[in-house]
């Protein structure tokens, strides 16, 4: 009976859009991890079948969105500000509803919308189906609201549409949710427990990207190596399913065989890893297949065994080493990057030590770390005293981010010399001169443009770098185009 009343109400929630024609305007933000961004395009495609274009002018929009992140409190501030400037521009915009969505809107929905009656409409990450009666509820004058998480959403027959797309790459979700239940980490209450998309619609996905001329996708979810399918469900359902789906499941590694069989011709990136998930076969299809690159986003946020237990983390730090050299053996050449947290509570300098002398173990190409910010609802804030002065927090994030820096420079010396293989993304932001591509290795690449275009595999011999960037001479273009 529910079912058919909320069936009843999206018709006529379709109808009354339908009618009016894509004459209303959508004006969407993104903040925080990849995923956000994925969901936003899959938030564009549903509101495209409700009348809705997107524009990148908020003072025309009728619909202002923004798609939120927890991880950190500098991030929910961040927000607050955004939201302010909307509500600044909705006084001489009347018509204009403003919505939060993400992973903000599922933790603070009764604040955001009761107490502090900042917005229109509050929208979970699992909820975005349901648009179509939310904005029914606002435009009828009552505010809306749907954080209900979901055991089996994926979003996989939803077609996103490319925001701010430079028609090149292109990030396909595979997995969402998280199990993992880190201390620190609020993913688990906002997105909910993991679960995987059909390999169909993936592979369908990926394929209708090559047709339209993208030429590189990220796989992504908050956990891809946890990727598993057996014909839906929860992961932690498998053990309960039939003897035949057992048998014919897809896990992460045989997802991204039959990835780089469909289009082999398309770069294929995934992101991100979890050290205590990411299995040898998975490391051993990377080294199969020539269109699969060679990097990694291998988070680890400290170098101390004490710290990760506390963390919850389910790998320690020799668990880490062995990874990372089992990674550096079959893939000599695979660039790999870091999540590092400094601060955790009860971090002590030998702590402190121990992740930078993991890190000058590691050597990482690159990284994102951060000082250890308090998430409220998560075991470390309900266990855990946030004991770390805020100076020896920044003291240690400078020091790591220092050390990173080095090890970055040291990693794009190792180019030096080398040809690449580059796909150019468009042009540089220093330079209208230059094309900006990215090596298998996701390394930043900069070349005069001379007569290549955008989407065109180019050999370029490396020349001279930053810690960031790669600069070179093209030699000509690649095989693969």
């Known amino acids: 009976m529910e079912k058919l009343i909320d069936e009843k109400r999206q018709g006529t929630a379709l109808k009354r859009q339908s009618e009016q024609g894509n004459q209303r305007k959508l ?4 903040y925080g991890c990849q995923m956000n961004f994925s969901d936003s395009e899959i938030v564009a495609s549903i509101l495209s079948e409700q009348g809705f274009n997107t524009t990148e002018n908020m003072q025309e929009a009728d619909l202002v969105l923004v798609n939120t992140c927890s991880i950190r409190d500098k991030a929910e501030q ?3 500000k955004r939201l302010e400037k909307f509500n600044a521009v909705k006084k001489s915009n009347p018509k204009m509803k403003v919505g939060v969505l993400g992973c903000m809107a599922e933790r603070l929905k009764s604040k955001l919308l009761e107490e502090e009656k900042i917005v229109d409409m509050v929208v979970g990450p699992d909820a975005y189906k349901d648009l179509p009666n939310l904005l029914q509820e606002i435009d009828e004058g009552r505010s809306a609201v749907n954080v209900i998480l979901s055991k089996d959403e994926t979003y996989g027959d939803v077609a996103p549409v490319r925001l701010n797309s430079n028609g090149v790459t292109a990030f396909v979700s595979i997995t969402r949710g998280c199990d993992n239940m880190c201390t620190f980490c609020v993913v688990p209450f906002t997105r909910g427990r993991e679960r995987s998309r059909d390999p169909h619609s993936i592979i369908a996905e990926v394929k209708g990207l090559w047709e339209k001329g993208f030429r590189e996708v990220t796989l992504l979810g908050q956990n891809v190596d946890s990727y598993l399918w057996y014909g839906g469900g929860l992961k932690k359902d498998f053990k309960t399913a039939s003897a035949m789906q057992r048998a014919t499941a897809v896990n992460f590694a045989k997802l991204l065989e039959l990835t780089a069989l469909a289009q082999p011709k398309m770069r294929i990136r995934f992101s991100t890893s979890n050290p205590q998930d990411m ?5 051993e299809t990377m080294a199969r297949f020539p ?3 060679n990097y990694i986003h291998l988070p680890v946020q400290s170098g101390s065994n004490r710290i990760l237990k506390a963390m919850n983390r389910l790998h320690t730090r020799e668990e880490y080493f062995a990874l990372v050299d089992n990674i550096r053996q079959l893939i000599p050449d695979c660039a790999i990057s870091q999540d590092m947290i400094t601060g955790f509570p009860t971090e002590t300098e030998q702590d402190h030590q121990d992740t930078l002398t993991l ?8 990284g994102f770390m951060f000082a250890y910010s308090e998430r409220p609802g998560t075991m470390a804030a309900r266990k855990l005293e946030d004991d770390v002065p805020e100076a020896t927090k920044k003291r240690r994030l400078q020091e790591i981010i220092a050390l990173q820096r080095r090890h970055s420079l040291y990693r794009t010396q190792q180019h030096l010399g080398s040809t690449a293989e580059v796909l150019i993304e468009g042009p540089s932001k220093k330079s209208g001169a230059h094309w900006m591509g990215r090596n298998t290795q ?5 070349f005069p443009k001379e007569h290549y275009q955008v989407g065109e595999f180019v050999n370029v011999k490396i020349t001279d770098c930053t810690s960031a960037t790669l600069l070179g001479t093209a030699l000509g273009h690649s095989d693969n185009n």
């Open 442 to 446: 996701n390394t930043v690449v900069v």
């Open 279 to 283: 299995t040898m076969d998975v490391i």
């Open 291 to 293: 269109n699969i690159c």
């Open 27 to 30: 004006y969407i933000e993104s």
């Open 359 to 366: 890190m000058e173990y590691v050597k990482y190409d690159y």
């Open 78 to 80: 961040t927000v607050r």
